[in-house]
């Protein structure tokens, strides 16, 4: 059974960091790309950065140069590190996990979800 385990979300100051972490288990984890999501109320699931089982990675402009991700495939994990966060990026954040060439959003595995608040 595949599981994806998301913690380390909470509320943060604007201008504030914040790291995430997915542990996977139930999966080959260094075959799959892994990608995170952010969702608030009304709005669609939306990527916010992505890293292939080789390591490249994809962001949005709304993120770019603030979002990090990073996978150890030792530790099963993937992580997000949040920089310069703005009250724009208040949502619920999703782990994923998907084959390669496959459609994440309707193929792919999800986390729970973890609340991100920015406010002061």
């Known amino acids: 059974q595949v599981q994806l385990v998301e913690s380390g979300g909470g509320l943060v100051q604007p201008g504030g960091s914040l790291r995430l972490s997915c542990a996977a288990s139930?999966?080959?984890?260094?075959?799959?790309?892994m990608g995170w999501y952010r969702q608030t109320p009304g709005k669609q699931r939306d990527l916010v950065a992505r890293i292939t089982s080789s390591g490249s990675t994809d962001y949005p402009d709304s993120v770019k140069g603030r979002f990090f991700i990073s996978r150890d495939n030792a530790k099963n994990t993937v992580y997000l590190q949040m920089n310069s966060l703005k009250p724009e990026d208040t949502a619920v954040y999703y782990c994923?996990?998907?084959?390669?060439?496959?459609?994440?959003?309707?193929?792919?595995?999800w986390g729970q979800g973890t609340q991100v608040t920015v406010s002061s």
């Open positions: 139930g999966i080959i984890f260094s075959t799959y790309a």
């Open positions: 994923n996990a998907a084959r390669g060439g496959v459609d994440p959003k309707r193929y792919g595995y």
